[in-house]
């Protein structure tokens, strides 16, 4: 069913389009804890980026809808467009706001076909409950994980706080299973491997 958009709908939509390009210059703030400067961090949308490929493997082999899972991680992080990436450290002290709250502000001028495409992805990563959603929280803990083993490899050795912390928090066994064998390479062995 196509919809027709009225012209402060279409420019609600541009906004919200606009802003989730903004996290494209979000750094993911945690790096910085862990001695990675800032100049080096990947950001929001990068990590968004990878998120997406994995879910939908983890998917894929978690027996889940692939499309959803990717739909769920590449949508994730929208919400810290206006919260900013607040890491668990500074969760103990800030009092941050429900991302279903700040996705119902943030799509309150799009076309309500669009405004409930993002609620109900977003509620349902926070609810972590649907298979998809298990994989796409999963797949942003492995996400966070491989990209410590990369820092690491750049030798930044304070990242294995952080690489155990991801790993103790994956739920699927496709997700520990491909955590255990990232833990065994070096992130640069992809392209040595016999195709």
Sequence with gaps: MEHQLVDAEA???????????????????????????????????????????????????????????????????????????????????VTAADPRKVIADQTTNAHPAVQGLFADAIAEFEDGTTPEARCARDADKLDCLLRALEYRAGGVPAVQGKIDRCRAALTTAAARQIADAALRLAPSDWQYAQA
């Design 11 to 93: 420019t609600g939509i541009a906004h919200l389009m606009f802003e989730a390009g903004s996290l494209r210059g979000l750094p993911r703030t945690g790096w910085r804890q862990d001695g990675i400067p800032l100049s080096a961090t990947e950001t929001v949308a990068e990590h968004s980026h990878r998120t997406a490929v994995i879910g939908a493997i983890l998917a894929a082999l978690e027996s889940a809808d692939p499309a959803r899972t990717t739909l769920l991680c590449t949508l994730h992080d929208i919400p810290e467009a206006r919260t900013g990436d607040l890491t668990p450290l500074t969760k103990r002290y």
